[in-house]
Every structure is written in C-alpha cells, then in structure tokens.
C-alpha cells in the first residue's frame, strides 16, 4: 500500500488529468502506472517530474534502451522495487534482450561487489584518474 | 590513504605480479592502478575478482562502453569515490563523449530523484510490470 | 514475515511489558505497533531503544514534526519501507498538511537528484563550506 | 579532484554565465560555488538543476531552514560529503543554531539506528499505517 | 514477484540443474531456493555465482557463521530483504542463538547510527587509523 | 574537514572531558579519535554514544573481534570512510589476522554483489526462510 491513495482519473485534477493525457499519448497506450497515480495529490509535482522525465530519457547521444537499463541499475544499487520493476518493463519494452538482460545483472553485481571490496580497503584515487 | 598498504610490483608476490602483467596485457599499458596494488595482499582474491571483471566487462549482448557507464551508474547510487573516478576515466577510454557523459548524469540525476519520491510514496507495483 | 514472531502482550516477558505500558502512556493510544513486538524478543534493546528514541524525539530546539519529517527523509534515502510508513503516519498525527507532505516529497526527491549528480561529477568541497 | 574541471566565469559559455549571474542575485554574494562550476559543461543540466532548485527550495508550506536540514538528513544517508557540507553551511546560514544541529544529528543517528533494526528484524507494515 | 520466473528443474536447462543438483549436495537438502531458480534463466551467472559463493562462504580463517553474520549486516545495510530472510536462516541453520541474533541486530542498529553521524559531521581520519 | 571543530580537552566542556577519560581508561590509551572530539560540541549526544556503544560492543554471546568485523561490513556497505577507517583499526588491535581481514573482504564484496543481483531480479523470499 502507498502512503496515499491512487488517484484514478475521475479523483485527480485537471492538471494532473492533463499530465496522464500527455503520458497516454507519448507512449501510446491507455495505462498509466501507480507512479503517476500516486504523484497526482501534488499536481505540480506530478508535471515537474513528468516535464523532467520526458526530456532526460529522450533519444540524444544514448539510446532510449540505454537510459533504461542505466536506470535500472540505479535504482537497484538504491533497492528501489517499484523502480527496478517499472524500468525493468520499460526496458524490455524498448527491445532488452534476455541476453542482454543476463549483462546487465552481471555488470550490477560485479559494479556492486568491486565498490564494496574498494570501500573496505578505502583505495585511494589514482592521480592518473582525475581530470 | 588505504587500509592496506599499496603494494609495488616488487613488493607483491609472484601470484599478484601474474595477475599484475595480465591487467597490463588486456589493457596495453604498463600502469596497474591502485585498486589491484591494494588487493595484491591477498593474491586468491586478487585473482578471482580480475579474472570475473575480466569476464563480465568483455563484449557480449551490451558493448563494453555501455557496461562502463552502467558501472559508473551503480558506482554513483553506492557513492564509492574510487568507483567512479576509475570507471569514469575507463569509460572516456573507451569513446564516452561530452555529451554521452553530461546524459548520463542527468538520468542518475532523473533516477536518483524518482526512487526518492517513490520511496517515499511507497507506490505499489503495478500488476502490468510483473513477470 | 518477520524474521522473528510479534509478541503479544501475553508472549512478552515483564520488562518488555514494562516498555509496552510506557509507549501507551507516551502515545495515549492502546495500539503498540509491530515494531516493538518484534524487538520484544530482546527486552534489553527494546529498552535501549525506546528510551534513546523517546528521548530524541521529545520536544527541543526542533519540533517534534519537523524531527518526524527528518526521520521520514533519513528512511526513505535508507529504502526502508516500514520506517517510511510508521513515520509518515506519525508526522501526520502530528499535523503534517497535504502540501508539506508534497514540499517533503520534493526535497527528498531534489536532495537524491543532486546527490547522484555530485557523486557522478565528484565536486570537491569548497572551501568556504568547511569548519 | 571532480572528473572535470571547475569552470570559471571566463571559461563558461554564455548559457552558464547566466545561471551564475542568477545564482548570484539569488543569494545575494559574489561567490559560485563549485558544484555549478563543474556543472557548466553541460548547460542545459546546469540550467535544469538550478531551476528546479530554486522552485524547491523556496519558502512555502515548509521554511526554508526546515527544508535545508532535510536536504542535510537525506544526503548524509547517501553519503555524499559535498552535500552534507554545503547544505550544512546553507543551514547556518538560515539560522540553525548549535543546539538545532545537535538534534538533526540525534534525529539522522536514531533514524539510521531503527532503519538497521527494522530491515534486520523485516517487520511488517501495521494496517493501521497504510493509506 | 519476481522480474523472471522462477524455474522449476523441469524448465531449467541442463547446465542450470547441474547447479541445482550441487547446491542440493552441499547443502544436503532435496530444497533449492528462489535466488537460485531466477538465475537460472542465465545459466552462466548462476554458475559463476554459486562457484564463488561456495569458496567465500566455506570455513577459514572466520567460521561459516561469522561469514553468515557478516552476509547479515551488509543485507541489512542495502536493504535487500531477500538477503536478510535467507541469511537470517542460513545464520540460524548453523547455530545462532537468540542471545547472538539480538547482539547482531544491537551491532548493525549501533554502527548505523555512528555511520549516520560521523557523516553529518564529516569526520576526518585520524592518521593513526592510516595503513 | 569536519563540520565542526575538533575540540581539545582544553576547550572541551566538563562533561565532554569526563567522558574522555571513560574513553581512556575504557581504551588503555591516551588518545581520543577525532569522532569524540567532533561530537563533543554536544555532551549529551556525546554520552548517549560513549554510553550506548560501550554497552553494545562489550563480550557477550559474540566476542568482540567478531562485533567489530560487523561493524566495518555494515560501515562499509554505507560507505562510511572514517567509520571504515577506525573499526578495521580496532578490529586489527582486537587480533584480526590478515588471512581474516581477506575473508572479511571477500565476504562483504560477496554479499553486495549477491544483493545486487536479488534486487535486479526482484526474487520473492521463500515461505521456508520466514518466522
């Protein structure tokens, strides 16, 4: 259970009716997640991250696949469960392939257990690293 | 400083320098950096890290320079200084650009912010992202 | 599930019944939530930790509902779900609004935004910020 | 050392510049700390973080110092060292006394404390705290 | 639920049972548990995963259930529910008492609140703590 | 740098020095770590922890090595540097070996990667692992 409620269409504002529109019609599709749902109590919330969302993972230098799959992998180091599993769908919805799915796992744990290794010996930087 | 000290090719044991002069071949360069000079104190652990990241980094479904970022990802969301410098620096080898690097921050950026409000909410999976 | 069973009163022993009839007094409810049953099995830190807790949050230079939302803010950046829940509530009991609840929201999600941003670029501290 | 060099005024683009120059006037000091300077490669990010910064941050249901300390609270769980520093000198500066910083740290303490506990122990959510 | 399903050792492949059968042998028990039954959609991390886990996790110079405790309290610190339950149990299966699972969870409460601390106030190293 | 000053005994209040000489006399050494002299700007907070540490991190069902090789993998999973710093310091005076800070390591890099990939997948707990 969220903290609020879901607000179903008929409960939210026309401000944030007007921000599931804007998500229907940029991904093609009648469903609009919790995520979404939850945010609508604080309209301008809701419009500030969706304006900012639209545009960060937008096609640019990297793929929208990408974007999903380094979201992902934040959201995991962060132990985020709704997030891992909505970018996860995203993901694959943007073409993530088993295999390459297989990959992102294996790089997540690898990145996890090297940063904790680094952490226990408190390397320092290399000066050869810095800008 | 480290909680071991870094130990030189001199310094390091036969099994460490092994290790040392692999790292050196796959990366055609003589510089072995810091992270390895301080494992090098326990060469069976030295070993079994560089010859999994050796593995999991190499090209596969996701090409390495995609991995790189997505260590740098991980790396971020657990704050492991080390981490990122290093795989910053190592993504930027491997053709990172300006503009690849300033969109990465800004979907950490993106994720970072929205598993903090999701969190927050406590926002129930949606029955649609489940496997 | 927890990792351990919830006492009821009659499962716990006298000290940590002792602690039970303390939070009810404080609280002026007769609902003792999960949280203490579960460290009921362990009477000493049952007591350790709500005499430290009551304490630390008693009125002083802060509100008691501004220590309720800095408690939400700390849970939520640790992911931990029943701390965001049970402190939530408790920052409503004690007169959060809808709106601060959304400023809340809003600056966790801003402090998570410019965190990952800082730890990506790795920003030296400035000078003028040390003691 | 950032992972990129801290632009001044003369080396930022114009786009900067004008963050700076906003920075500025918003705070009422000559001075630009370092996190915009290293930000002001990608000026589209810096303006982006800068505007919704300010938005945030800005008095409203929450004041100002409330705000600041959560942002305190939320990045010394992430761990991030800049943040706690330049947030903390923010705090000062919108009047957080000894005696307030003494309790933010009891508060951050006791929260992280209970964070550790209830993951260890999975306590389940109580009914009585969901929506 | 998971973002995979969990394979019986009907749906895994050959490669993946092999696994399920030496987790069985070492383990003596016919029970293979979820953690297991996900990976085994990629046959080649679930057998880099099990083969390391094994060696860490077999006695030493610490004792297997130090090494489950240790599991514990990193778990606890990320957060990884899973990995608490499992741990948690596989700690119990090899003796913990009730009397050390309470001081385990005194320990972890104990270092979160000082690891709060210390980073709100930023501490820096003293040199004698320095390799 | 610190957010505060680290106080001398000279500039330290009364009650602030009288837990300094707890901690000598507790220590066998002259020496306070900078953490004490940091939180000595607050007494109470600074009684509180002395008091509460020094309580938990006594013999008991887990011998004290054991409790201080607990507190540098939960330090470490929260990246916490002075914290790593000073408990592998006390865990090393407390007799760890180096073949058991390598375990100690391998351990901790052990479980984040396992927790990395848990999350990644999002795997249920098994109903055999719950209370």
Redesign the interface.
């Known amino acids: 259970?969220?903290?609020?409620?879901?607000l179903s269409d008929e409960a939210a504002g026309p401000e944030a009716r007007a921000v599931f529109d804007e998500i229907r019609a940029a991904r093609q599709t009648d469903?609009v997640?919790?995520?979404w749902r939850?945010?609508a109590?604080?309209p301008?919330?809701l419009r500030?991250?969706w304006d900012?969302?639209k545009?960060?993972?937008a096609p640019?230098?990297?793929d929208p696949l990408?974007?999903e799959?380094?979201?992902?992998?934040?959201?995991?180091?962060?132990?985020?469960?709704?997030?891992?599993?909505?970018?996860?769908?995203a993901a694959r919805a943007k073409g993530m392939?088993?295999?390459?799915?297989?990959?992102?796992?294996?790089?997540?744990?690898?990145?996890?257990?090297?940063?904790?290794?680094?952490?226990?010996?408190?390397?320092?930087?290399?000066e050869?690293?810095?800008?």
């Open positions: 259970m969220a903290t609020v409620s879901l469903y997640n919790n995520f939850a945010l109590h604080d301008a919330l500030a991250t900012r969302l545009g960060v993972m640019g230098a990297l990408v974007k799959m380094l979201y992902v992998a934040v959201s995991t180091a962060n132990g985020c469960e709704y997030c891992v599993h909505s970018h996860t769908a392939s088993d295999e390459m799915y297989g990959e992102l796992l294996a790089v997540i744990g690898m990145a996890m257990q090297t940063n904790g290794i680094v952490t226990g010996l408190q390397v320092p930087v290399d050869v690293f810095q800008a």
